[in-house]
């Protein structure tokens, strides 16, 4: 059964939890308010989307409980949803199902809310249990999709789906987008000479070094075994380029204990800018070619095609 937990009481003023009138004992949900909860429920089922779910929820409450505004925090998926004025006085809520956290609700208005108002939220607020779980256990579902289980950092399937978009976007709206592909040199000595294990443990840390480097507002994504494929959105040449000699020099500096001889791996960068007539197979291919040229003039270099 869902469980809704009130954080703060029925109302909040400065931290101080106030009952501003008592419920009656007897108040039951009345067969007219189960069918609205039942009708709710399944309105909200028909979404996945977890903004939707909400925004939904919001509009439907709304006739019913005043409110200025609105809070959703989930820590445990990373999830956070804020919309309109968050004023003084507050219902907070915290929601679980069969032991699953659902993340915490607050709804905010400037006038405290009475007992009816509070009885009637939390009634409503049994229609968004369900679908809430729904949408967080597809959330879970989609993010394992993309995602690399080795680094965490966003696989192929991810870029393939993002970077063209990114691609169109910087296209439509004349702006600038730099791509870098890059390619570990000498991988293939430490899985053959040290094993998969060591092997995995470097990935890890230079998936981890690169992401470092990276702007929140850039993406990585592991493209292959040992190749990764940045995008820098809104950044000129120059400034791609001093990301790829920072990137460089903090390879240099990854340890690996029980590897002899680890200066001799390197990291080969592709870098281009994207062009007025690319898409972005022909955007790709370039920064491909600019990789291989790297890989070519030795290790540990980048080359801007």
Sequence with gaps: MPQITTLMGEARTKGQVIALDSRKPEQVISDKQYLKILQLTDLLSRHL?????????????????????????????????????????SLHYHLTIDEMDLGELTIYRKEPFSTNEVCQFEELLCS?????????????????????????????AAMDKLLPREVRLAKRHDQRLAMMILDLDGFKKINDIYGHVAGDRLLKKVASVVMSCLRDTDMLFRYGGDEFVAA???????????VADRILACTKDIDMDDVDNFSDIGLSIGLSM?????????????????????????KHRVVVA
């Design 232 to 242: 820098l959105p809104l950044t000129d040449i120059q400034g791609a380029i001093d």
């Design 49 to 89: 989307i977890l903004e939707d779910i909400l925004k939904v929820f919001s509009i439907e409450i709304g006739s019913l409980v005043s409110y200025s505004g609105y809070r959703y925090v989930s820590e445990l998926h990373d999830k956070r949803v804020k919309f309109g004025k968050l004023n003084r006085h």
């Design 274 to 298: 994207l062009h007025a007539g690319d898409d972005f197979n022909r955007f790709f291919k370039r920064v491909d070619k600019a990789l291989y040229k790297a890989k070519s003039m030795g």
């Design 128 to 156: 968004l249990v369900y679908p809430l779980k729904n949408s967080l256990m597809y959330l879970v579902a989609v993010n394992s999709a993309y995602k690399d289980p080795l680094t965490n950092i966003s696989n192929r």
